[in-house]
């Protein structure tokens, strides 16, 4: 339900005048003296920084291929195979068409018997039921933060978060350009797009490996509520 408020500027000047304040329109950003989160692989190249993420899914148990557009749908098959084939959910999404994967979802797959489910937006019952039926989760990163190894995904009516988190198993494809140092980045880069007022997703997920905990005792404990694997595919021509 979209809505309208009436009067603020009238309601919030008046509450700061009986503060003795003068209401303030835009605030202003503090500079700040040290800013050691720019530090941070600050002068890493992309290279560099995709070395940084195949160190750091060794320490979040995820694994990781590297691959470019050309063989993207032979390592790609390789991965579902891993994961036992079975069922696939991806979202409805025009760039797995462009790296190149049409005729491996849409044809071999049907051969296999591997079922594939595309995100329907029409259809939200469906996509929950198909989601949490499917082995296997396909998405892309958005933004992808080598220090921590953290995929981001941007939700919409075509990218529903339950295809990241319901399946037993996760596969997101990571294009190269997408890599960046850390939080820092990421953060900067969604502020930009609030404050230029561009269109940014209802739910941004910060995705790292597969689902676990560490509540008890410090002990880590891997698919605990979520996706049990998980594999990172970087696309190192895109």
Known sequence: MAGTIENRDVFL???AKQLGRVPKIE???PTWQYQPQDRVLKEATKDELVEVL???CKNIHTDIVLTNTANLPVDLQKVVENY???SVITWKDTRFKSFGLSSLMTAQWPQANIQLYEWDSEQPKENIRQAEKANIGITISEITLAESGTAVLFSSKDKGR??????ENSIILIPKSTIVPRMTQAARLISEKVRTGEQIAS????????SNSADI???????VHGPMKATYIVIEDQ
């Open 13 to 15: 000047s008046k509450i």
């Open 27 to 29: 605030m202003e950003r």
């Open 54 to 56: 195949v160190e750091q």
């Open 84 to 86: 036992g084939g079975q």
């Open 162 to 167: 339950s295809v990241s988190f319901l399946p």
């Open 203 to 210: 739910c941004i997920n910060f995705i790292t490996g597969p």
């Open 217 to 223: 005792e410090m002990i880590l404990i891997v698919g």
